[in-house]
């Protein structure tokens, strides 16, 4: 049972949160995981996930909105379903990453944090996801996609499209 | 999915299990998994002396950036102590050009869970966390799973293996911020908190993670522990060079033509780890330049570049071994883009806490936008070694360091190059805007 008796949250985020807590010395330690699980569920980091969350950790909304505007993954409007981050840092640069940028552009028709008009796509120019090695790489929600060309761009976008794309939250 | 390389001349230490399924806890357990941690038990009353004096006799230097001595950094901590201990793994992993961590995490999850405890045991801790960064949420699910077998073994948790001893592992990750990296950053991050450097000091050793005295390690570091101690302090350090023992997981990106990560020994040539093991550069092309260990690092012409890749041969050639992550630019890079993209990159993270951290990198990056966009003069490129000069030693963290010591070798090495840019550059000529090489936030 969650401690929050209406809870914004699906059951098992509640029960989830519930445990994260006990898990660390200080309450508090479990805010930044919190707002990226909450995230994940809501799709952005609503002014009701800050409500819940503060009032899980006995914090300050203020307390919360701190931290939040601090780390770049966390965001305060909804991005797409799937959201494509593609690096262009050093190592994908060399490789190519900023023509895999410009035809996610082109292909998307949106630009850097854009979503499409129908809520399936959004964009971001990223910096160094760790795939250095394996550039020019992006990052679909929580996936991988590494050694890309234009090409694999296409299949992966279109994989997704349809629906049949790993959905790694 | 990250694709495993391999090369004759590496040797294998830390990646000895790296493709073999060691995500699976038996397939750790047939691979001599968990047994350097019940060989720490086993010495009984002497067994936190005799990990550290391992340690210490393997030479190991700690692999997050500043290669310092792991076995020193555990006997720091003291003894005694009113408010709990920790051991806190750094698996940020967020220097561009570093993706080593990465693989550790996806193919021998176990190593860090059990370097964790074995710190830990080293230092009387009963807790250890584990923290990743955020974008790596699919490493943590099998570090999560991994965590929890070994739990299910009992392993960890309450008495492990009959020592007598609890501990416990938490594992998350963070939301996207470099900085974080910071050791102190790193406490504050866990905290959750904005992550912002500590005053030091106090250091970590002594106030660390809510107060108490903390070890803070880079997972490679940790996931080395188990190996030293299975085979002995002395021969891992007799794998690598003086001063710098064993060995270490190098990322070589880039312009090559096998890029990947590679366990190379200690002191390895930096010109073979390029043209033998990686291949060469990339369809035959000239080589330009070489950012040898993370983006931090001062950039090396091919003319230096045959040196031993270990702290001290790479000090000594007026860069540093940093984070491991060399990186490899063709004669087609245009020096002056990759200098603007290096500091776009640390203008991005700069926590904002220091003026001259949070403006410099600031101009330097307002100064090189204006050049490769065609507005630049010849001040600008003495403008901007000027900034980098005056950010370097003078901020709290040393992220400002970060940020100014590859400029400085962008501009004194290259400055012909930015020059003739600035000459040749017919002013006007669109290129690419700041927004596009500076956009991700
Ligand atoms: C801006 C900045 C970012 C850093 N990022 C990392 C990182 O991502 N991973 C890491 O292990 N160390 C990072 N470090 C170094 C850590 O502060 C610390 O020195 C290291 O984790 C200690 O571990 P070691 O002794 O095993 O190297 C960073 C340092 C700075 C100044
Ligand atoms: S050097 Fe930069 S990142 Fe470090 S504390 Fe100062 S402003 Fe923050
Ligand atoms: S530079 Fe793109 S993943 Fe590191």
């Known amino acids: 049972m969650s401690e929050i008796a209406n809870s914004i949250f699906s059951p098992a985020t509640a029960a989830r949160f519930d445990h994260l807590v006990t898990l660390y010395p200080v309450k508090r330690s479990a805010l930044v995981p919190m707002l990226l699980y909450a995230q994940d569920e809501v799709g952005y980091v609503s002014d009701a996930v800050v409500t819940e969350i503060a009032q899980r950790l006995d914090l300050m909304e203020l307390d919360v909105r701190n931290v939040l505007s601090y780390y770049s993954m966390l965001r305060t409007k909804p991005a797409g379903k799937y959201n494509v981050q593609v690096c262009t840092n050093i190592s994908c640069m060399l490789r190519g990453g900023y023509e895999i940028l410009d035809h996610c552009k082109h292909k998307l028709g949106i630009g850097h944090k854009e979503v499409t008009a129908d809520g399936t796509f959004s964009l971001e120019e990223v910096e160094c996801i760790g795939a250095c090695c394996w550039a020019p790489a992006m990052q679909v929600n929580y996936d991988f996609h590494d050694n890309l060309t234009t090409v694999k761009v296409d299949e992966i976008i279109e994989t997704y499209r349809a629906g049949k794309g790993k959905d790694v939250k | ?441």
């Not at chain 2, 691979?31 to 009984?44: F, R």
């Not at chain 2, 001063?243 to 890029?259: A, Y």
């Not at chain 2, 040393?398 to 400085?408: E, H, Q, R, S, V």
């Not at chain 2, 962008?410 to 840019?421: G, L, T």
Request: proline share 5%; charged share 25%; glycine share 14%.
């Open chain 2, 1 to 441: 999915m990250p694709t495993l390389v391999s090369h004759p001349d590496e040797v294998k230490v830390i990646s000895r299990r790296f493709g073999q399924g060691a995500a699976d806890i038996d397939k750790y357990l047939e691979l001599d998994g968990y047994k350097a941690v019940q060989k720490a038990i086993a010495q009984g009353e002497n067994m936190a002396a005799w990990i550290i004096d391992t340690m210490k006799a393997s030479g190991l230097r700690g692999r997050g950036g500043a290669g310092f001595p792991t076995g020193m950094k555990w006997s720091f901590v003291p003894k005694q102590s009113e408010k709990p201990k920790y051991v806190l793994v750094n698996g940020d992993e967020s220097e561009p050009g570093t993706c080593k961590d990465h693989v550790i995490f996806l193919h021998d999850p176990h190593a860090v869970i059990e370097g964790t405890m074995i710190a830990g045991l080293a230092i009387g801790a009963k807790m250890g966390f584990i923290y990743l960064r955020g974008e790596y949420r699919y490493l943590l699910k099998i570090v999560e799973k991994a965590v929890a077998d070994a739990y299910a073994r009992g392993f960890l948790g309450k008495n492990i293996f009959g020592s007598g001893l609890d501990f416990d592992i938490v594992t998350q990750t963070g939301a996207g911020a470099y900085e974080v990296g910071e050791e102190s950053a790193l406490m504050e991050s866990l905290e959750g908190k904005r992550g912002v450097p500590r005053i030091k000091p106090p250091f970590p050793a002594v106030v660390g993670l809510y107060g108490g005295p903390t070890v803070i390690n880079n997972a490679e570091t940790i996931a080395s522990a188990p190996h030293i101690l299975l085979m002995g302090g002395e021969a891992y350090a007799k794998i690598g060079s003086e001063r710098n023992g064993g060995t270490r997981l190098f990322g070589i990106s880039g312009h090559v033509e096998r890029p990947g990560v590679y366990e190379l020994p200690m002191g390895y040539n930096l010109k073979k780890a390029i043209y033998d093991v990686a291949g060469g550069i990339k369809d035959g092309k000239k080589l330009k330049a070489v950012v040898p260990g993370g983006s931090s690092c001062p950039v090396l012409l091919p003319e230096e570049i045959d040196v031993g890749l270990d702290f001290d041969q790479m000090g000594k050639a007026g860069t540093m071994l940093g984070s491991g992550g060399i990186v490899v630019l063709d004669e087609t890079v245009s020096i002056v883009e990759f200098a603007l993209r290096t500091i776009a990159f640390y203008q991005h993270e700069s926590c904002g806490w220091c003026i001259p951290c949070r403006e410099g990198t600031d101009w330097i990056k307002k100064t090189l936008t204006r050049v490769y966009n065609g507005g630049g003069s010849k001040k600008d490129v003495a403008n901007v070694q000027y900034l980098a000069e005056n950010m370097m030693g003078r901020t709290f963290c040393p992220l400002g360091d970060a940020a100014a010591m590859p400029t400085l070798g962008f501009v004194k090495k290259f400055r012909k190059e930015f020059e003739d840019y600035i000459e040749g550059h017919k002013a006007g000529t669109p290129i690419i805007t700041v927004e596009q090489l500076v956009g991700a936030h």
